[in-house]
T-cell receptor
Framework: ETGVTQSPTHLIKTRGQQVTLRCSSQ?????VSWYQQALGQGPQFIFQ???????GRGNFPPRFSGLQFPNYSSELNVNALELDDSALYLC?????????????FGEGSWLTVV | DAKTTQPPSMDCAEGRAANLPCNHS???????VYWYRQIHSQGPQYIIH???NNETNEMASLIITEDRKSSTLILPHATLRDTAVYYC????????????FGQGTRLTINP
């Protein structure tokens, strides 16, 4: 039990639609990161939020966007869904954004795009 | 980001120590070594991390060589529940606390 909770756990969307995934970070953690994990692959870093500001981004197009709220919970939004967006989306939280902190993952949200 | 190299798969007998190697020869002086594992369809589980010194917790021990170019994760008494994919990661120090996952080592614990 990591204290990082994600919702929904599973969802199915149609190509072209938009999706919002949610994450509640562990209590006291002000840094949240999002990862995409395609089947058979390791997780890939999408972006990180620290105190409501995006402070790092991986190689993902602008249709992947996010928010972090004052309580440090976070949302991942994906617009214009494509079939290749089908994946497990993971949220991770840590106490601070600097190196050396323990980073805890949630159980993820499975997104299927049809 | 420093790249890591791990064997794609390993086997270990239940009750024995599992030693998982990782090569990270391009690691920078302030980059940390993290280990996670992932059981099918679940989120990655944090195991341990370290900078220079060896580390031990209730799950495992992390041995980092003096030159920091490689490390070994040790599960002292492997159980069937330790069967998973184990990822060795070097965490970047520039800006975001990004974890770059490779393909990992698929560890199978045999009865």
């Amino acid at each position: 039990e990591t204290g990082v909770t994600q919702s929904p756990t599973h969802l199915i969307k149609t190509r072209g639609q938009q999706v919002t995934l949610r994450c509640s970070s562990q209590s006291g953690h002000n840094t949240v990161s999002w990862y995409q994990q395609a089947l058979g692959q390791g997780p890939q870093f999408i972006f990180q939020y620290y105190r409501e500001e995006e402070n790092g981004r991986g190689n993902f197009p602008p249709r992947f966007s996010g928010l972090q709220f004052p309580n440090y919970s976070s949302e991942l939004n994906v617009n214009a869904l494509e079939l290749d967006d089908s994946a497990l989306y993971l949220c991770a939280s840590s106490p601070r954004g600097d190196p050396g902190n323990t980073i805890y993952f949630g159980e993820g949200s499975w997104l299927t795009v049809v | 980001d420093a790249k890591t190299t791990q064997p794609p798969s390993m086997d270990c007998a239940e009750g024995r120590a599992a030693n998982l190697p990782c090569n990270h020869s391009t690691i920078s002086g302030n980059e940390y070594v993290y280990w996670y594992r992932q059981i099918h369809s679940q989120g990655p589980q944090y195991i341990i991390h370290g900078l220079k010194n060896n580390e031990t917790n209730e799950m495992a021990s992390l041995i980092i060589t003096e030159d920091r170019k490689s490390s070994t994760l040790i599960l002292p008494h492997a159980t069937l529940r330790d069967t998973a994919v184990y990822y060795c990661i070097v965490s970047g120090i520039q800006g975001a606390q990004k974890l770059v996952f490779g393909q990992g080592t698929r560890l199978t614990i045999n009865p």
